[in-house]
């Protein structure tokens, strides 16, 4: 029972603003994405972004390929031996 009263006290601590304090990133991220240095927006992230994109690209065309090919293979017609 002790327990149970002491919950709203620690919760209070716990989501209280003055527990941490954080800092406010997003001016930096707006003058980095904002920029006019001809970039597309999904690559202005830097080198992480570029490799993130070219990995979802190959998968992409990797599954559209697969997918074609089976498709393919399906609407061939099976010989009879």
């Keep these: 029972m002790n327990h149970l009263l002491r919950v709203p006290a620690l919760a209070g601590r716990a989501f209280s ?3 941490r304090t954080l800092r406010n990133r997003v001016p930096e991220n707006q003058k980095i994405f904002q920029a ?6 999904h690559l ?3 080198t992480l972004d570029a490799v993130l ?7 992409t065309m990797a ?6 090919y089976w498709l393919f293979t399906a609407s061939m ?3 009879k031996p």
């Design 36 to 41: 006019d240095n001809g970039l597309p927006v």
């Design 53 to 59: 994109y070219r990995a979802t690209m190959t998968i």
């Design 77 to 79: 017609p099976q010989k």
């Design 17 to 19: 603003s003055s527990a």
């Design 44 to 46: 202005k992230g830097g």
């Design 63 to 68: 599954g559209t390929c697969y997918s074609l």
